[in-house]
């Protein structure tokens, strides 16, 4: 079984910076593709970003391009989203997701899932 925790969300005014961290239990963190979603009220679950098993390869919506930039540490089994020039848009609930098999993009194909961690955006 593999347990994600999220932090480090918080409210924050628009332009500003927040870093999410994603601490995942078990010794198989590294074959895992890491991402996150978020989900803002009445809306469905979208992608954010993912980074590949090694940390090399990174993937963003287009939303989030540029302002996002996921990183992980496998030797402290933890994933990190830094969110800089945050805009009331991005108000939502983080989650982390881990992937053991896709591209860590799509909702459907998550094997674990974070509890969430909210971010809120004021104008």
């Known amino acids: 079984q593999v347990q994600l925790v999220e932090s480090g969300g918080g409210l924050v005014q628009a332009g500003g910076s927040l870093r999410l961290s994603c601490a995942v239990s078990?010794?198989?963190?590294?074959?895992?593709?890491m991402g996150w979603f978020r989900q803002a009220p009445g809306k469905e679950r979208e992608f954010v970003a993912a980074s590949s098993r090694s940390g090399g390869n990174s993937n963003y919506a287009d939303s989030v391009k540029g302002r996002f930039t996921i990183s992980r540490d496998n030797a402290k089994n933890t994933v990190y989203l830094q969110m800089n020039s945050l805009k009331v848009e991005d108000t939502a609930v983080y989650y982390c997701?881990?992937?053991?098999?896709?591209?860590?993009?799509?909702?459907?194909?998550?094997?674990?899932w974070g509890q969430g961690t909210q971010v809120t955006v004021s104008s």
């Open positions: 078990g010794r198989t963190f590294s074959l895992y593709t």
């Open positions: 997701a881990a992937d053991r098999y896709g591209t860590g993009t799509r909702v459907k194909s998550v094997d674990y």
